[in-house]
């Protein structure tokens, strides 16, 4: 089965959708690569940096609650692997601060 690619507007986008090609900023630096799916938080991120239109894949339906879910379970398992050797011993600082902030900001996108 093939993808279409539509280009929509930011206010169009919603989670779950996945991008057709690299979105790039003004400057031509990548903001999400092709393939990345759209999330809550990634949507407040392209808007304040003024991104008005984005080329998806089928822009059929967003995910359902279940699959939003499981990406978000998967994110956080990605944020523990990611911090592994800073939280296997003492307390760690600065970096358990920043991997709690993390871990709460994943677990409350919407």
């Given at each position: 089965m093939t993808s279409t690619?539509?280009?929509?507007?930011?206010d169009a986008a919603s989670e779950g959708m996945v991008?057709?090609?690299d979105l790039r900023d003004a400057g031509g630096a990548v903001?999400?690569?092709a393939g990345a799916t759209l999330g809550a938080s990634s949507l407040a991120s392209l808007r304040r940096r003024g991104i008005e239109q984005l080329e998806v894949l089928g822009?059929?339906?967003p995910l359902d609650q279940a699959a939003l879910q499981a990406e978000r379970?998967?994110?956080?398992?990605r944020l523990e692997h990611l911090f592994r050797r800073c939280l296997g011993g003492p307390p760690a600082g600065a970096s358990a601060v920043l991997f709690e902030r993390l871990l709460a900001y994943r677990r409350s996108a919407r």
């Open positions: 690619v539509q280009t929509i507007g930011i991008l057709a090609g903001l999400l690569p822009a059929a339906e379970e998967r994110q956080c398992a």
